[in-house]
């Protein structure tokens, strides 16, 4: 298996544990340029890496740009690992993301509105092309990590972008968290709890998607798109019918594609007018054909 390794204190000591466990690891860095020092600091990851007998992949990509570059480099990163695991035969990819991360996920996500699916927070093990993607340390509070290193005498990098306060996950962590804290509530237990209430809401929404899913008569799909019945379609919930638009969205224009909160609505008024006209999604089309509802792939912008 491989490891998404930073050089960060997190992935560090996942890194070193699967190793002390026995499992055969590759560790795989990538250098996304955030700092004039990270080339020397992916030199000094190699050499750690050649000194506790574990086989490194590392590159170096321009720096990303735009207002959210930390999405760019996500992306980025991930097609790294995609190229890397068909160049390895890899298949199972391990993340260092621990308790404390998913609690500020949580926190995030419900400030950005996201409905119950998105404040489950970062699943435990998920599919990403031919990846099998891991996070075995979610429930491991991120102290106890550092704690483990320290005692072990094993370093790590410490990124300084991650005290920058317009990175919305630093002011989470570094102004809210200790706000909430200081109130005398924890937050990670705060937003956990939160957390798990949505992953069995979202368990009980599944239950009422399950019989319009594909393999049913309900949902139809082809080389053009989704389509579904407009009748059952229309006679849905609305949160079965958003579960519905993420699916089929998904399935159109590939997983991890889902529609934000303002196309929902946007559709939920659509679907309230008896579908007249289509609607221009992002990269998508949602329009009504007779008795049935089609979600089809646009080489067009966001025009809704």
Same mark, same amino acid.
């Given at each position: 298996?491989?490891? *998404?390794?930073?050089?960060?204190?997190?992935? @560090?000591?996942?890194?070193?544990?699967?190793? *002390? !466990?026995?499992?055969?690891?590759? %560790?795989?860095?990538?250098?996304?340029?955030?700092?004039?020092?990270?080339?020397?600091?992916?030199?000094? $990851?190699?050499?750690?890496?050649?000194?506790?007998?574990?086989?490194?992949?590392?590159?170096?990509?321009?720096?990303?740009?735009?207002?959210?570059?930390?999405?760019?480099?996500?992306?980025?990163?991930?097609?790294?690992?995609? &190229? #890397?695991?068909?160049?390895?035969?890899?298949? /199972?990819?391990?993340?260092?993301?621990?308790?404390?991360?998913?609690?500020?996920?949580?926190?995030?996500?419900?400030?950005?509105?996201? *409905?119950?699916?998105?404040?489950?927070?970062?699943?435990?093990?998920?599919?990403?092309?031919?990846?099998?993607?891991?996070?075995?340390?979610?429930?491991?509070?991120?102290?106890?990590?550092?704690? #483990?290193?320290?005692?072990?005498?094993?370093?790590?990098?410490?990124?300084?972008?991650?005290?920058? $306060?317009?990175?919305?996950?630093?002011?989470?962590?570094?102004?809210?968290?200790? %706000?909430?804290?200081?109130?005398?509530?924890?937050?990670?237990?705060?937003?956990?709890?939160?957390?798990?209430?949505?992953?069995?809401?979202?368990?009980?929404?599944? &239950?009422?998607?399950?019989?319009?899913?594909?393999? @049913?008569?309900?949902?139809?799909?082809?080389?053009?798109?989704?389509?579904?019945?407009?009748?059952? #379609?229309?006679?849905?919930?609305?949160?079965?019918?958003?579960?519905?638009?993420?699916?089929?969205?998904?399935?159109?224009?590939?997983?991890?594609? /889902?529609?934000?909160?303002?196309?929902?609505?946007?559709?939920?008024? #659509? @679907?309230?007018?008896?579908?007249?006209?289509?609607?221009? $999604?992002?990269?998508?089309?949602?329009?009504?054909? &007779? !008795?049935?509802?089609?979600?089809?792939?646009?080489?067009? *912008?966001?025009?809704?």
């Amino acid at each position: 298996m491989a490891v *998404g390794w930073s050089g960060g204190a997190d992935s @560090t000591a996942l890194l070193l544990a699967l190793a *002390g !466990k026995g499992y055969r690891v590759q %560790a795989w860095h990538v250098d996304h340029a955030w700092r004039s020092s990270s080339s020397d600091e992916a030199q000094w $990851l190699t050499r750690q890496a050649a000194g506790w007998g574990i086989p490194v992949l590392t590159t170096r990509l321009p720096a990303p740009a735009g207002h959210n570059r930390e999405a760019s480099a996500r992306e980025a990163r991930y097609q790294c690992f995609e &190229r #890397w695991a068909q160049q390895t035969g890899i298949d /199972t990819l391990c993340l260092g993301h621990h308790r404390n991360d998913q609690a500020e996920t949580v926190c995030m996500r419900l400030l950005q509105g996201a *409905g119950i699916s998105g404040c489950r927070g970062m699943l435990d093990n998920r599919s990403q092309e031919s990846l099998n993607i891991v996070r075995p340390l979610l429930h491991t509070p991120g102290n106890k990590l550092r704690q #483990w290193l320290t005692e072990t005498g094993t370093g790590w990098i410490e990124d300084a972008s991650n005290h920058d $306060l317009s990175i919305r996950r630093n002011h989470i962590r570094h102004r809210l968290f200790p %706000a909430i804290m200081a109130t005398g509530i924890d937050p990670a237990e705060l937003f956990l709890r939160w957390q798990q209430q949505a992953a069995r809401l979202t368990e009980m929404l599944e &239950r009422d998607v399950e019989p319009l899913l594909p393999d @049913t008569s309900a949902w139809r799909h082809d080389e053009q798109g989704a389509f579904i019945s407009w009748r059952l #379609w229309s006679a849905a919930s609305p949160p079965v019918r958003a579960r519905l638009l993420q699916k089929m969205m998904a399935f159109v224009l590939g997983e991890g594609a /889902t529609p934000g909160r303002r196309h929902i609505l946007l559709v939920e008024e #659509w @679907t309230k007018k008896s579908g007249l006209g289509g609607l221009d $999604l992002s990269r998508c089309r949602l329009q009504r054909r &007779r !008795k049935h509802l089609h979600l089809c792939r646009t080489t067009a *912008g966001l025009h809704s």
